[in-house]
């Protein structure tokens, strides 16, 4: 595989981020300061649009499966997809009107929808490229490290310039003027990114027969929902997804309200972007040592007495910092690590029913994230709501309140990924799988198979 090719991973997060860690991060803000409208409202919003456009990721993963052009199966998905990704990006952040008048809200709700539809067009096919580019679990462990780094990148990119060019370019943090020309500019350097993708990237696995023969799709879904690793896969990355988004989200509440110090969301936000880079570097070995599963639960069970370290460090930035950051970086081995595990799913989904189906698993991990980040900012939208959470009159209780949700809301997640991930039984029977599936493709083909892979 081709350097250039590996990069184009990172260069797809980076891309992905662009868009989605924006919205996780200030589109409530955005609603609930410069759209005004209230917290309870926006958070529903949030949730419904998302669950509905949730429900669009898996018929994006059929139809993936399904497509086969001369561009390949996932790839032009990206060259059609991604200009309509960078309109939508910009046009849910010019919210017109203001407060919870109907035209507002209405605006909101379908832009966010619209959003989310066409980022699952372009997410799902991209995340199923992992599975079309190899076959061999460590070389998508090593891809998957190419994508962490392009995640904390393009957290980086977002935590350090977003707020700072909306107040340059809108004179002011809340400038509805800022928020647009900002998401616009971000919109299209992900447009620029996922095309790069579309030039790289090259689709090696080929088809299965099975695939489209006559009742394949009822037979791919119960095969889906018979494939354990699969739904421990996603159900523990929608809840590293919730958990995302009340960090995201809510350190813009907690820096402004709880430290007093809206320099601090640069920073702490520059922390959690870092952590995901230094997590990207370092699964890889750490998991190849202690083994994918326990590694996970290692790291996660070691970031909950840290996370609840922070309520203890609040008066000390560089303290809090530090203990963030080495608490996201333990907590997110799992987070950098689901997209390779995803793809592993797709060898144990062909095992057992000769139906390799990538669009279809890999829709489920990007209905995941979806669902994930929605709930995360509507469970954070309802407990600014439930403390009485309004952005003109803040008092000492509310900020008191944003500070326990912004600590004990990821630390009740973190509980949850860990029995999550503790389903996940794959890992120890993956080479099993890989060697009966290389018999199978040489009794197919009549030839005999070689080991190893030759990517």
């Not at 917290?39 to 499966?65: E, K, S, W």
């Not at 061999?136 to 998957?144: E, I």
């Not at 616009?184 to 350097?189: E, G, H, K, R």
């Not at 803040?394 to 809301?409: E, Q, R």
């Amino acid at each position: 595989m081709r350097p250039r090719e590996k990069a184009a991973f990172t260069l797809g997060d980076i891309a992905s981020n662009l868009t989605w860690t924006t919205i996780s991060s200030y589109l409530l803000f955005f609603y609930t300061d410069v759209a005004l409208i209230s917290a309870a409202i926006a958070g529903t919003v949030m949730l419904v649009a998302r669950l509905l456009d949730a429900v669009f990721d898996p018929i994006v993963g059929v139809l993936l499966d399904r497509t086969n052009t001369r561009w390949g199966r996932a790839r032009p998905y990206l060259l059609f997809g991604a200009p309509v990704l960078a309109a939508l990006t910009m046009l849910t952040f010019l919210t017109p009107g203001g407060g919870d008048d109907t035209w507002t809200i209405v605006y909101a709700a379908v832009t966010f929808l619209l959003v989310g539809l066409a980022y699952s067009a372009v997410n799902v096919p991209y995340g199923a490229l992992m599975a079309m580019t190899t076959r061999d679990s460590g070389m998508r462990m090593k891809l998957a490290g190419w994508r962490g780094f392009g995640i904390g990148i393009g957290i980086i990119i977002v935590s350090t310039a977003f707020q700072p060019l909306v107040a340059a370019i809108g004179g002011a943090p809340d400038s509805k003027f800022g928020f647009g020309v900002t998401a616009a500019l971000f919109a299209f350097v992900g447009l620029v990114l996922f095309l790069l993708v579309f030039l790289w990237v090259k689709e090696r696995v080929p088809l299965t027969p099975a695939r489209l023969e006559r009742g394949s799709l009822g037979a791919s879904v119960r095969a889906l929902f018979r494939n354990g690793p699969w739904l421990a896969v996603v159900s523990f990355s929608t809840l590293a997804f919730a958990r995302l988004g009340v960090i995201t989200g809510g350190t813009i509440y907690y820096a402004i309200y709880v430290l007093h110090n809206p320099a601090a969301i640069s920073i702490v936000l520059l922390a959690f972007s870092l952590s995901a880079v230094l997590g990207s570097l370092v699964t890889a070995p750490i998991l190849r040592v202690l083994g994918q599963r326990r590694g996970i639960l290692l790291g996660l069970v070691a970031s909950v007495p840290l996370t609840l370290a922070l309520i203890f460090l609040q008066d000390n930035l560089i303290a809090f910092t530090i203990v963030f950051f080495v608490a996201n970086v333990v907590g997110g081995f799992g987070f950098v690590a689901a997209p390779a595990l995803t793809a592993d799913t797709v060898e144990w989904h062909e095992f057992r029913s000769t139906r390799r189906d990538e669009g279809l698993l890999f829709s489920g991990y990007s209905m995941s994230t979806k669902v994930g980040a929605a709930l995360g900012s509507a469970f954070l939208a309802w407990g600014l709501a439930a403390i009485a959470y309004d952005p003109a009159n803040v008092t000492d209780t509310t900020s008191n309140g944003i500070m326990w949700l912004y600590i004990l809301l990821p630390v009740g997640i973190t509980l949850l990924q860990i029995i999550a991930i503790s389903t996940y039984r794959l890992e120890k029977r993956l080479p099993e799988v890989q060697a009966e599936m290389n018999r199978r493709r040489a009794a197919a083909e009549g030839t005999e198979s070689e080991p190893g892979s030759t990517d």
